[in-house]
């Protein structure tokens, strides 16, 4: 026997602590399977965040990225994807990734006297080439794009 006492040990939580207490957990537990799902409903095939495709997938195909711009004077000039920007950047470029491609294209139709810009992928896998366009000016629309078996 001990001759310091002791605390009495504290008393248990309400249930009202504890009812928000399992919610808060049941919540967070519950957003951390809701958000990786909802990447698989994207419609972007080459964000592979979060899923074991992602972990799972070998290598890349070998792709050729090519951009060229279509200007108001009548002629058209080769871009070089690897001079414009990071080359992270040209990676996701060639993996196709939508937003990178879009903001891509969107840059360069800022470029003076720029009418059309285009991004081609030729990549050795089984969708072969993929071309994408973007119409400067202000009756451009969305991003178009165009894929063709090899």
């Known amino acids: 026997m001990s001759s310091v006492p002791t605390e009495p040990p504290p008393p248990p939580p309400s249930p009202t602590l504890r009812r928000r207490t399992s919610l808060f957990i049941g919540l967070f537990v519950a957003l951390q399977f809701i958000v990786p799902l909802t990447y698989l409903v994207r419609d972007d ?21 090519s951009a060229t711009m279509a200007t108001v004077d009548g002629s058209e000039r080769a871009l070089a994807p690897e001079r414009l920007i990071h080359p992270k950047w040209v990676a996701h470029l060639e993996r196709d990734r939508d937003a990178v491609v879009s903001a ?21 896998d ?6 994408y366009r973007l119409r400067c000016g202000a009756d451009r629309a969305s991003v178009s794009a165009r894929r063709a078996s090899r």
């Open 45 to 65: 095939p080459a964000d592979d965040r979060f899923t074991w495709r992602g972990a799972t997938h070998q290598t890349n195909p070998a792709c050729e990225t």
């Open 104 to 124: 891509f294209l969107r840059k360069q139709c800022e470029t003076e006297g720029a009418l059309e810009v285009t991004l081609t992928n030729a990549c050795g």
């Open 126 to 131: 089984a969708e072969g080439v993929r071309e």
